[in-house]
Every structure is written in C-alpha cells, then in structure tokens.
Nanobody, 115 residues
Framework: QVQTVESGGGSVQAGGSLRLSCRTS????????WAWYRQAPGKPRHMVAQ???????DYADSVKGRFTISRDNAQNTVYLQMNNLKPEDTGVYYC?????????WGQGTQVTVSS
C-alpha cells in the first residue's frame, strides 16, 4: 500500500520559518511530478508549490519568493522550505502527486502562524 507521510509542521510567529518533509513509499517516486497543497480552515485545498520529475518548480503567487520546494529521489522525499511565514499561511499541508491521486492523501501536517 502506498503511503505518504508529512511532517515538520508547527506553530511559529510571523516571519518565522519551517521545513516540511513528505516521504512516500511510492516505488515510481522519481518519475512523478509532486506538489504541496494547503487547506486553510473553511477553505478548499489548493496547490502552493509543485516540482516536476526533472526538478522544474512553480509556485502559487501568494508564496513566491518565500517558499522553496525540492525533492530527493534517493529518499523518496519532497521538501517545502517556508520562510517569512505569514498568518495567511496557516493550514494543513499535504503532499501528493501532481495531478493529485486520491489514494495518496496522507494526514497532512499542521502549520499555524501567529501575528
């Protein structure tokens, strides 16, 4: 069974940093495009950063210049470095393939940014 496990969330003050990790057991990790998704309270889940199998990246306008997505194919892991965090970054962060796959949603990791 393929699993995706997110970690690294926490509570920080505005301006702080966090580094999220997502490890998956998916055997074809290196051939797949991956993304980080955020779900804020009362809002739908949406993509904040994506990375292709070749390492090309793209970001939602709201996080450009502050977030950096990366991947380690040898470790089947995707990272999200988040700097200069803002209260509006608060939410549960998930990783999944891009486009997402129903069976790959994990429990996510909570990020809370206080002003």
């Amino acid at each position: 069974q393929v699993q995706t496990v997110e970690s690294g969330g926490g509570s920080v003050q505005a301006g702080g940093s966090l580094r999220l990790s997502c490890r998956t057991s998916r055997s074809l990790f290196s051939a797949v495009d991956w993304a980080w998704y955020r779900q804020a309270p009362g809002k739908p889940r949406h993509m904040v950063a994506q990375i292709s199998s070749r390492g090309a990246t793209d970001y939602a306008d709201s996080v450009k210049g502050r977030f950096t997505i990366s991947r380690d194919n040898a470790q089947n892991t995707v990272y999200l470095q988040m700097n200069n965090l803002k209260p509006e970054d608060t939410g549960v962060y998930y990783c999944n393939a891009n486009p997402w796959v129903v069976g790959l949603w994990g429990q996510g990791t909570q990020v809370t940014v206080s002003s």
